[in-house]
T-cell receptor, first 113, second 111 residues
């Protein structure tokens, strides 16, 4: 079975631009979470979706938005990019009501210049 | 607020045993997880403790004391490939609540 797939793997954008990152969870996993990981830090929670509904939102500005599709894949959108948005964006999928084992994708490395 | 404290760096010798500690302060607690992340890679799940005590998975063990809000990851028979960052993470609620991660401990295994 394929794991969690994210695209693109690397991306360079200019300040003020918009970006869309994509994630396909493991087959059968209905919950998708997005995390931002700045170099040298732990992953910071951005959004969680389950059954196409937002179930949680971290402390990120409204420039960040996300959605989940009927096939449980997900997109993360970031508008008006800032230099500080440069990070590794990780997508994690999990089974419903599973309390521990996230499976992470390899992430999208976003560089804002 | 929520906080998870881990040492930022640990160095240990190949073949030795190393313990990585984690103390947490969160609004709720539904278990402590540990993840490993190699440079440039994705975090991978290592272990989970919901109840007090020791959980063993091969060379890795994890311990939890809920009364002390404390846990640790124990790595035995260290190998060079164990050089990575290790994160503790807490789930503050049941069901589909997100994991909150610590800042990570960078483990360097030396010969």
């Amino acid at each position: 079975d394929a794991g969690v797939t994210q695209s693109p793997t690397h991306l360079i954008k200019t300040r003020g631009q918009q970006v869309t990152l994509r994630c396909s969870p493991i087959s059968g996993h209905k919950s998708v979470s997005w995390y931002q990981q700045v170099l040298g830090q732990g992953p910071q929670f951005i959004f969680q979706y389950y059954e196409k509904e937002e179930r949680g939102r971290g402390n990120f500005p409204d420039r960040f938005s996300a959605r989940q599709f009927p096939n449980y894949s997900s997109e993360l959108n970031v508008n008006a990019l800032l230099l500080g948005d440069s990070a590794l964006y990780l997508c994690a999928s999990s089974l419903a009501r599973q309390n521990y084992g996230y499976t992470f994708g390899s992430g999208t490395r976003l560089t804002v210049v | 607020g929520q906080s998870l404290e881990q040492p930022s760096e640990v160095t240990a010798v190949e073949g030795a045993i190393v313990q990585i500690n984690c103390t947490y302060q969160t609004s709720g607690f539904y278990g402590l997880s540990w993840y490993q992340q190699h440079d440039g890679g994705a975090p991978t799940f290592l272990s989970y403790n919901a109840l007090d005590g020791l959980e063993e998975t091969g060379r890795f063990s994890s311990f939890l004391s809920r009364s002390d809000s404390y846990g640790y990851l124990l790595l035995q028979e260290l190998q060079m490939k164990d050089s990575a960052s290790y994160f503790c993470a807490v789930r503050e609620g049941s069901g589909n609540t997100p994991l909150v991660f610590g800042k990570g401990t960078r483990l360097s295994v030396i010969a």
